[in-house]
């Protein structure tokens, strides 16, 4: 089945910084999305994003499918994006045909 | 709030008890999932329903078993479960099953 590979496993920050996350995946999807989960378990979804550049806030995440990558920025970070950051992809329709979960970047940004 | 509740938050349960997993969403979707999560592992894809039909039932132990009664409502029945299933268990929902999810806020089950 398809793989999932996050990059890193853990980073800490200190407030103010900016960073790159990056999630690799060895199948072509039609279906990518990034989630922050907090201490307190709760996963947000992100980004919907098969493909493209999108933005919301201080966050913003990128898609090259035909390259098999997809790479999350955070700006300017705040000791409140603390939490694992999660890839998931799927080929809907395809081989794929569930949400499949990488293993996560464990992020905790310091004040 | 995201709009999927689940309840309760917390559970504690005996291995012969029976207790259920409640899961509903209010964004009009079609499609409802359960998910585990355990400690060190990926999040694993456990029971998938569309329009209310069981799509996906990913060799799940016998001891779990879901139920769909409408598009809003998602349940997972546990009965007779072991220590090994003490893990997050998470419900999401999307529009279609091609869609972007949205999670519930999960429930911790310890079993004992």
């Known amino acids: 089945g398809i793989q999932v590979e996050q990059s890193p496993p853990d980073l800490i920050l200190q407030e103010g910084a900016n960073s790159t996350l990056r999630c690799n995946f060895s199948?072509?999807?039609?279906?990518l999305q990034w989630f922050h989960q907090n201490p307190w378990g709760q996963l947000i979804n992100l980004f919907y994003?098969?493909?493209g550049t999108k933005q919301n806030g201080r966050l913003s995440a990128t898609t090259v499918a035909t390259e098999r990558y997809s790479l999350l920025y955070i700006s300017s970070s705040q000791t409140t994006d603390s939490g694992v950051y999660f890839c998931?992809?799927?080929?809907?329709?395809?081989?794929?045909?569930?949400?499949?979960f990488g293993t996560g970047t464990l992020l905790a940004v310091q004040p | 709030e995201t709009g999927v509740t689940q309840t309760p938050r917390h559970l504690v349960m005996g291995m012969t008890n029976k207790k259920s997993l409640k899961c509903e969403q209010h964004l009009g979707h079609n499609a409802m999932y359960w998910y585990k999560q355990s400690a060190k592992k990926p999040l694993e894809l456990m029971f998938v329903?569309?329009?209310?039909?069981?799509?996906e039932n990913n060799s799940v132990p016998s001891r779990f078993s879901p139920e769909c009664p409408n598009s809003s409502h998602l349940f997972l029945h546990l009965h007779t479960l072991q220590p090994e299933d003490s893990a997050l268990y998470l419900c999401?929902?999307?529009?279609?099953?091609?869609?972007?999810?949205?999670f519930g806020s999960g429930t911790r089950l310890t079993v004992v």
């Open positions: 994003i098969p493909s």
């Open positions: 998931a992809v799927m080929n809907y329709g395809g081989a794929t045909n569930k949400l499949i």
């Open positions: 199948d072509s999807v039609n279906n």
């Open positions: 329903y569309s329009l209310e039909e069981r799509v």
């Open positions: 999401a929902s999307s529009q279609s099953q091609g869609g972007g999810y949205t």
